[in-house]
């Protein structure tokens, strides 16, 4: 009988830390993942936990972007964001502090790192057709493909 316990436990366990998100530990490991990662499309209209508003202005020799990833229907803790156009240059935020995302009906206490969302502006040399994005939390890691 113990030993009968003693699997089922096992096998719970298991089966309970397949589900488990794994956070990695660097900027280098998440361009790895976002390299090897199956993209799915985004579309505001997609049950995503979060919502992703990219604009951009046409300048003389550039363009400029503001990429913001907020209005989440739960907290992640952890939470760092990382983008690409090409594979080669990249733009992120998150790694630097250990930040929250709150949902979007709580307060965010910015002296405890804990914001309701995120707002990265940079500017490109020429306007790419998509961005690849790795937002990685303890609660989840999504890679996707967000088209311009």
């Known amino acids: 009988m113990k030993k009968i316990l003693t699997l089922a436990l096992l096998s ?8 488990k998100v794994s ?16 993209l799915v ?16 202005q046409n300048k003389e020799t550039y363009y ?4 913001s990833l907020g209005n989440c229907t739960q907290d992640f803790s952890s939470a760092r964001l990382l983008l690409t156009p090409d594979g080669e240059d990249y733009v992120f935020y998150g ?8 949902q979007k009906d ?8 804990q914001y309701k969302g995120y707002s ?11 961005f690849e994005v790795l937002f990685s939390s303890k609660e989840l890691v999504d890679a996707l493909k967000y088209t311009i």
């Not at 719970?12 to 589900?19: D, I, P, T, W």
């Not at 956070?23 to 390299?35: F, R, W």
């Not at 709580?106 to 790192?113: E, F, L, N, T, V």
């Open 95 to 102: 790694y630097d502090h250990d930040y929250t995302l709150v």
């Open 23 to 38: 956070l990695s530990s660097s900027l280098e490991e998440d361009k790895t993942v976002l390299k090897n990662a199956t």
């Open 41 to 56: 499309s985004y579309s505001s209209e997609s049950s995503f936990p979060f919502t992703i508003v990219c604009s951009y």
């Open 106 to 113: 709580k307060i965010a206490d910015k002296s405890q790192y």
């Open 64 to 67: 400029l972007f503001s990429f």
């Open 120 to 130: 990265i502006n940079f500017k490109l040399s020429s306007l790419p057709t998509y």
């Open 12 to 19: 719970l366990a298991f089966l309970s830390s397949c589900n």
